[in-house]
């Protein structure tokens, strides 16, 4: 079992920043593509970004890109998204993911590729 635990979400103005972050416990953290999705009201989760075991791929989906950064330090099992000009539509609650993966290289990015999953923290932006 993998446990996994975000944090750093709240409210804030449109164009501000937030860094969310999500400690994973249970299993070597090294050996898992860890993914961000997230869920607004009345609308289906989505992918937002993944990375691999090692950290050496990424991917984020289209409407974030070039504004959130997936990051990880597996030293403290531990896996970020930075989230820069933030918008309202950014609103929803963001989960953290993680996948068991054999390959370095390898990325995630359907919800169903995915075994163990956070509480999720909710992320709400003002206009």
């Known amino acids: 079992q993998v446990q996994l635990v975000e944090s750093g979400g709240g409210l804030v103005q449109a164009g501000a920043s937030l860094r969310l972050s999500c400690a994973a416990s249970?299993?070597?953290?090294?050996?898992?593509?860890m993914g961000w999705f997230r869920q607004a009201p009345g609308k289906e989760r989505e992918f937002v970004a993944a990375?691999?075991?090692?950290?050496?791929?990424?991917h984020s989906a289209d409407t974030v890109k070039g504004r959130f950064t997936i990051f990880r330090d597996n030293a403290k099992n531990t896996v970020y998204l930075q989230m820069n000009s933030l918008k309202p539509e950014d609103t929803a609650v963001y989960y953290c993911?993680?996948?068991?993966?054999?390959?370095?290289?390898?990325?995630?990015?359907?919800?169903?590729?995915?075994?163990?999953w956070g509480q999720g923290t909710q992320v709400t932006v003002s206009s």
């Open positions: 990375i691999s075991r090692r950290g050496g791929s990424t």
């Open positions: 249970g299993r070597t953290f090294s050996n898992y593509v």
């Open positions: 993911a993680a996948a068991f993966s054999g390959m370095d290289q390898a990325l995630k990015l359907a919800i169903r590729q995915y075994d163990y």
